[in-house]
């Protein structure tokens, strides 16, 4: 049958195989991609940038390097967390809260691979909204915050044991500006967004 539909110009569907190159049936469910190159995907999908750190000199060397892309190397930086701000005080960035700064460094809670939306809290943005927050975004994270969705993220931080609960948790998902938005966009605020991804596992 499919070398009469080759005789006759009849397209075929491609058939889809596993790693080993068996045909994969047509009901079969497709393999699942694993957490990490799911995540990349999606929050490529979403415009985030992304660059992959092996160690901390590798992290310290990235940071440096989008500040010099960007002419970000002597402005002011929103940093809430005391360890980032020494973690980078080979710069010349000037750490503070000033809403007015040029970008916003943190950490977060978690990566979220199912939509490559990155999930943070009051420990991250203190009673702050997104859209109060700079436009210029520059996220640390570590491979071992990588979860499958967000309900994973908050039953993660609901068992935390010193029951100190973030609140204000929200996700963020919209890293470029879209013209063509629609009606799920709403509300969202879009940011520019590096996310440097260190190796802890």
């Given at each position: 049958m499919n070398f009469i539909k080759r005789l006759l110009g009849i397209e075929t569907d491609h058939q889809e195989t596993d790693e080993y190159g068996n045909e994969l049936g047509k009901f079969m469910p497709k393999p699942e991609v694993p957490i990490d190159e799911e995540f990349m995907i999606n929050f490529k999908k979403n415009g985030g940038k992304f660059l992959y750190c092996e160690n901390e000199n590798e992290l310290r060397l990235n940071f440096s390097e989008i500040l010099k892309e960007n002419n970000w190397s002597?402005?002011?930086?929103?940093?809430?967390?005391?360890?980032?701000?020494?973690?980078f005080n080979?710069?010349?960035?000037?750490?503070?809260?000033?809403?007015?700064?040029?970008?916003?460094?943190?950490?977060?809670?978690?990566?979220?691979?199912?939509?490559?939306?990155i999930l943070v809290s009051s420990c991250q943005m203190g009673d702050k909204k997104l859209a109060d927050l700079p436009f210029n975004?520059?996220?640390?994270?570590k491979t071992s915050q990588l979860i499958k969705t967000i309900g994973e993220g908050l039953q993660q931080?609901?068992?935390?044991?010193?029951?100190?609960?973030?609140?204000?948790?929200?996700?963020?998902?919209?890293?470029?500006?879209?013209?063509?938005s629609d009606f799920?966009?709403?509300?969202?605020?879009?940011?520019?967004?590096?996310?440097?991804?260190l190796e802890d596992l």
């Open positions: 002597d402005c002011d930086a929103y940093c809430s967390k005391p360890s980032i701000c020494e973690s080979h710069t010349k960035l000037h750490f503070n809260k000033n809403l007015d700064a040029c970008l916003f460094i943190s950490d977060c809670e978690f990566l979220i691979s199912n939509t490559g939306a975004f520059i996220i640390i994270a931080i609901n068992r935390r044991q010193d029951r100190n609960l973030p609140t204000n948790i929200t996700t963020i998902k919209t890293f470029e500006e879209n013209k063509d799920m966009s709403y509300g969202s605020t879009p940011k520019n967004l590096y996310l440097l991804l």
